[in-house]
């Protein structure tokens, strides 16, 4: 079966510290791949996404990157972290099932930036 | 004026009650709906899927889409406390894999 994770779970780091977020996905290959940040009240925001290994499209100019060495793997990072980069980051890919064919998240990251 | 508008809430029920939950956009193109439930701290999971206008039955739970008003509901029979969480719309045009998401519904549902 697909599955997807993330890690770290929660992470406390202090402004102006790098940051590296990974997220991979199991069970099948060549997934789209997408970055989310979601702040209080605020809703999801597309961050970035991937169609392939090396190809990443940036939805908001920010303070944050993404890469994609492997196929299923997605890497979010900053080399100088923001107080306003504070949120809970979320990976997600594209799944086709029997009744839908959508995105699928994984367990998220807690940051909090100090 | 957002794309897609949904009350953030919180909505608190009692268990048992009928809830529910909706969605309005703007963009008329927008043909693939979606619900998610997100539980505190958790990623959002894929509770409910349509495509275009009509109803979509699974258990306690029904989608309805209503394209000539633009807009989307959710309804949540014999509410149980298990339901408590937030529950976020998404929707996408035909082709796009790009979803367009409410900022979500809080549900409280107390026992």
């Known amino acids: 079966s697909q599955t997807i994770h993330q890690w770290p779970a929660t992470l406390v780091q202090p402004v102006g510290s790098p940051l590296s977020l990974e997220c991979t996905v199991e069970?099948?290959?060549?997934?789209?791949l997408y970055w989310y940040r979601q702040a209080a009240g605020r809703g999801l925001q597309l961050l970035f996404y991937?169609?392939?290994?090396?190809?990443i499209s940036s939805e908001v100019p920010q303070n944050l990157s993404a890469s994609r060495p492997q196929d299923r793997q997605f890497i979010l990072s900053s080399k100088k972290l923001l107080l306003s980069d504070s949120g809970f980051y979320l990976c997600?890919?594209?799944?086709?099932?029997?009744?839908?064919?959508?995105?699928?998240f994984g367990p998220g990251t807690r940051l909090t930036v100090l | 004026q957002k794309e897609v508008e949904q009350d953030p809430g919180p909505l608190s029920v009692p268990e048992g009650a009928i809830v529910s939950l909706n969605c309005t956009y703007s963009?008329?193109?927008?043909?693939?709906f979606m619900w998610y439930r997100q539980y505190s701290r958790k990623g959002p999971e894929l509770l409910m899927y349509?495509?275009?206008?009509g109803n979509k039955e699974d258990g306690r739970f029904t989608a309805q889409v209503d394209k000539s008003s633009k807009y989307i509901s959710l309804f949540i029979r014999d509410s149980q406390p298990s339901d408590s969480a937030t529950y976020l719309c998404?929707?996408?045009?035909?082709?796009?894999?790009?979803?367009?998401f409410g900022t979500g519904t809080r549900l409280l549902v107390s026992p």
């Open positions: 997600a890919f594209y799944k086709a099932g029997p009744s839908y064919n959508e995105q699928f």
């Open positions: 069970g099948t290959s060549n997934p789209n």
């Open positions: 991937s169609v392939g290994i090396g190809q």
């Open positions: 963009n008329s193109a927008f043909q693939y």
């Open positions: 349509t495509y275009s206008s």
């Open positions: 998404a929707m996408r045009i035909a082709g796009f894999q790009k979803l367009v």
